[in-house]
């Protein structure tokens, strides 16, 4: 496996059912996130990690509940969602810093979980 | 006010036109501008990128910035049935990137015709 990955590619739930999406970067990178991307709208940044730790919680309500147990490895467990939670779910990989050296280090998608909630 | 904005199309063109794609924003101290192409059922994946102002041309792409105008544009010259996708301008400064906070447009969809 190369690149981002993400498990699974669909997943279907109802509002009381918890999940989990899993991701996982094989690039050594220290940094992972969580976009959400609905239609019409911009991709909205979830939460960071930066070497295990979360370093940004963009207002994200409690349903949504991110864990990263190494710098490899990032999860979103999921409960009690609502039907405007459904969209695709993108998980993303970095070095630790976005500039450094004056140069644009590239973030790196996954190709997302299409989340839908009844 | 949007921090970014950019019409999302669609955008349906024949094959080997010129395509422009463009954002425009709000926040000054914005320094890197990126452009992401997604494709269906796909993760968005970096382009290119331009530091402040000027041209930055890979191939049959052209990105420009002009930060007079708070403007961004990126061009495909010949554009192919493969460009189908949707064009996502991002942007950075050196808090942000610090940070990992990436500001996106909400993406033009592109459709070139054969």
């Known amino acids: 496996e190369t690149g981002v990955t993400q498990t699974p590619r669909h997943l279907v739930m109802g509002m009381t059912n918890k999940k989990s999406l899993k991701c996982e970067q094989h690039?050594?990178?220290?940094?992972m996130y969580w976009y959400k991307q609905s239609a019409k709208k911009p991709l909205e940044l979830m939460f960071v990690y930066n070497f295990k730790e979360q370093t940004e919680n963009n207002s994200v309500p409690s349903r949504f509940s991110p864990e990263c147990p190494n710098s490899s490895h990032l999860f979103l467990h999921l409960h009690t969602l609502q039907p405007e939670d459904s969209a695709l779910y993108l998980c993303?990989?970095?070095?630790?810093?976005?500039?450094?050296?004056?140069?644009?280090?590239?973030?790196?998608f996954g190709p997302g979980t299409r989340l839908t909630v009844l | 006010q949007k921090e970014v904005e950019q019409d999302p199309g669609p955008l349906s063109v024949p094959e080997g036109a010129i395509v422009s794609l463009n954002c425009t924003y709000s926040?000054?101290?914005?320094?890197?501008f990126m452009w992401y192409r997604q494709y269906s059922r796909k993760g968005p994946e970096l382009l290119m990128y331009?530091?402040?102002?000027g041209n930055k041309e890979d191939g049959r792409f052209t990105a420009q910035v002009d930060k007079s105008s708070k403007y961004i544009s990126l061009f495909i010259r010949d554009s192919q049935p493969s460009d189908s996708a949707t064009y996502l301008c991002?942007?950075?400064?050196?808090?942000?990137?610090?940070?990992?906070?990436?500001?996106f447009g909400q993406g033009t969809t592109l459709q070139v015709k054969p």
């Open positions: 993303a990989s970095s070095q630790e810093s976005l500039i450094k050296g004056g140069s644009y280090n590239e973030q790196f």
């Open positions: 331009t530091y402040s102002s």
């Open positions: 926040n000054s101290a914005f320094q890197y």
């Open positions: 690039l050594g990178h220290n940094a």
């Open positions: 991002a942007m950075l400064n050196l808090i942000s990137g610090n940070t990992g906070k990436l500001i």
